[in-house]
């Protein structure tokens, strides 16, 4: 076994990056057929992004922080997701790699990036899974209660929270009602989680008949809600969209303040369009096709956005919508002949969060397991079930933490957290985009992001201060989470890095790609 370097400084060992090369044969990364044209980018990135967010987190945006206004939020989320996906864009058609922003960052700005990125990506998709779950409880619980099967309240929300529907708290015998647990987001956590010990081989088919079901339930939702809105705008604008911009009431409620602190909300909305980016080796011309498919899918689907948030704010009083489930909240309120379609609506919610859940779960098994392998975590999360051939015990942590945390803390902190842990990650993929150019300015780039610097700079600095938005005790919790994780690293995963170890598959280390401390194999002869 090869030893640790003995020569290098802590600082040099840091920022010690992997070869291209071999990250290439790590992630066993094969030629791939440009086949993807602009128009299918932009549908592969308007399946990937509208899910969860839209209908889970818009409700608290609009009821807790900016009214009507959450419109404008929309807006603004999406031109910060704009940055951040063209410097996505260029670092996947320059990097002939596979993987994650952890990849991505561990090929180019060294081994403590790739840990930061790691540790904030367990944010992104860990917690982003429990968010979703929690609102794929809400929804069972409005479809059960449609066929009359009611599950107890105090098993329905987080602990230790006074359970409000419709605006109002909830009341049994005259008391409001204290939820102690979320049975059902924490069953689900758990029954996706033995799905995917067991193995699930998801094929294009069935992602695109759930990408259909979550397209058609919006579009039904934004064709009977707008033609309810159009044949009364005048009363219910007059009623719900009076003023359009609330009165700021604090930090963060109302007015300006709020807009931007809801875009910090409703950016959950936006997540997954990175799947466009790591699509770059496969696009037939990435230098025209990439541009097209981030921006125009991030288009698209803000004017989704706006629409449903529109007919949302329209139909029912925006106080009304801090729940889980504000969709089902509104259909509810169409009217009794339009309960089928309340129902329908609902399933097809349901289906498409399920898809959500047990994505999000496998992305966050497959980023420890490359941690694992590469040393940086214990490599028991490394080992594959010799059966179901799949990284099992890896797969049950996951599951029971992500299980907890949608069993027993409230949607909103959750959702704050996965925010502010993918709002760094993009803020570092931009300043990846910049070492690069600096570093390397020879390296083939298929795309190039436009008006460099200004649109990274840009990037970084609108991702910052939508950080900067959300309250101090997610911020509290942000700080003590990463300062825990980068003792950790110094504690075990620089001690146990293969990388750092010497333990690596290349026989010589590529530095042909561009200059840069790579740290070569030391191993004897």
Known sequence: MASVPGNRSVLARMFARKSIAQVQRETQSSELKRSLGKWNLLLLGVGCIIGAGIFVRTGSAAALHAGPAVLLSFVVAGIVCAFAGLCYAELSSTLPV???????????????????????????????????AVGWSGYVVSLLADF????????????????????????????????????????????????????????????????????????????????????????????????????????????????????????????????????????????????????GSLIVCTVIYMLVAAIMTLLVPYSTLNVPDPVAVVVDSFGPQWGWLAKTIKIGAIIGLTSVVLVLMYAQTRIFYTMARDGLLPRVFSRVHPRFKTPALNTVLVGVVTAVAAGFFDINVL?????????????????????????A?????????????????????????????????????????????????????????????????????????????VIEDDRPG
Do not use: H
């Open 98 to 132: 596979s993987g994650s922003a952890y990849t991505y960052g561990y090929a180019t700005l060294g081994e403590f990036v790739a840990w930061v990125m790691g540790a904030l990506l367990l944010l992104e998709y860990g917690l982003a899974a429990s968010v979703v």
């Open 148 to 295: 009359g099967i009611v599950i107890p309240p105090q098993f329905t929300g987080p602990a230790g929270y006074e359970l409000v529907r419709d605006g109002a708290p909830v009341l049994v015998n005259g008391a409001p009602v204290t939820t102690i647990f979320n049975l059902p987001a924490f069953l689900i956590c758990l029954a996706l989680a033995a799905l995917l010990v067991v193995g699930v081989s998801e094929s294009a088919k069935v992602n695109n008949v759930i990408v259909a079901i979550k397209v058609s339930v919006l579009t039904a939702f934004i064709v009977v809600g707008g033609l309810i809105v159009l044949s009364r705008f005048g009363e219910l604008s007059a009623a719900n969209w009076v003023p359009f911009i609330p009165e700021n009431t604090g930090p963060g409620e109302f007015g300006v303040d709020g807009i931007m602190r809801a875009a910090s909300i409703v950016f959950f909305a936006y997540i997954g369009f990175e799947a466009v980016s790591t699509a770059g080796q496969e696009a037939k011309n990435p230098a025209k096709d990439m541009p097209f498919g981030i921006i």
């Open 441 to 517: 300015p020879e390296l083939p780039r298929g795309f190039k992001v436009p008006l460099y610097p200004v649109l990274p700079v840009l990037g970084i600095l609108s991702c910052l201060y939508l950080i900067t938005t959300v309250p101090w005790s997610v911020l509290q919790f942000f700080l003590w989470y990463m300062l825990g994780g980068i003792v950790l690293y110094f504690i075990y995963g620089m001690r146990n890095s293969n990388l750092q170890r010497g333990e690596i598959q290349d026989d010589a280390p590529d530095e042909s790609v561009y200059p840069g401390p």
């Open 415 to 439: 959702g704050d957290m996965t925010s502010v842990g993918t709002l760094a990650a993009f803020a570092i993929v931009c300043l990846s985009v910049i070492y690069l150019r600096r570093a």
